[in-house]
């Protein structure tokens, strides 16, 4: 059956870096987008970051661009995420999740709940001193 594992969470200091990781299973995994999406507590969903199913583009939130970088590698069937600069306020539950609709879109217009398919269980990023 379709699994998301995310790991690589934490406690980490403002400034430092952390880097997640999601292990993919389940699905043909080359073949969707994927997405880093996070909520911070009493916070609406919010997407961090997008990669094409190749990993030749990305697009990030612009909260997290320049500090945040997505990866894959569609070998192994997974996908990182490389924290840099951390802030306070990147302190919430990080999710990965495939990608249904269309990643201009989303960059461009916003999402919608339908454009996210597949759910992670997510993993906590807290970001304090």
């Known amino acids: 059956e379709v699994q998301l594992a995310e790991s690589g969470g934490g406690l980490v200091q403002p400034g430092g870096s952390l880097r997640l990781s999601c292990a993919a299973s389940g699905f043909p995994f080359s073949s969707y987008d994927m997405s880093w999406v996070r909520q911070a507590p009493g916070k609406d969903l919010e997407w961090v970051s997008l990669?094409?199913?190749?990993?030749?583009?990305?697009y990030y939130a612009t909260s997290v661009k320049g500090r945040f970088t997505i990866s894959r590698d569609n070998a192994k069937n997974t996908l990182s995420l490389q924290m840099n600069s951390l802030k306070t306020e990147d302190t919430a539950l990080y999710y990965c999740?495939?990608?249904?609709?269309?990643?201009?879109?989303?960059?461009?217009?916003?999402?919608?709940?339908?454009?996210?398919?597949?759910w992670g269980q997510g993993i906590q990023v807290t970001v304090s001193s």
């Open positions: 999740a495939t990608v249904v609709g269309s990643l201009w879109k989303i960059r461009d217009m916003g999402y919608d709940d339908a454009d996210f398919g597949y």
């Open positions: 990669i094409d199913t190749s990993g030749g583009d990305t």
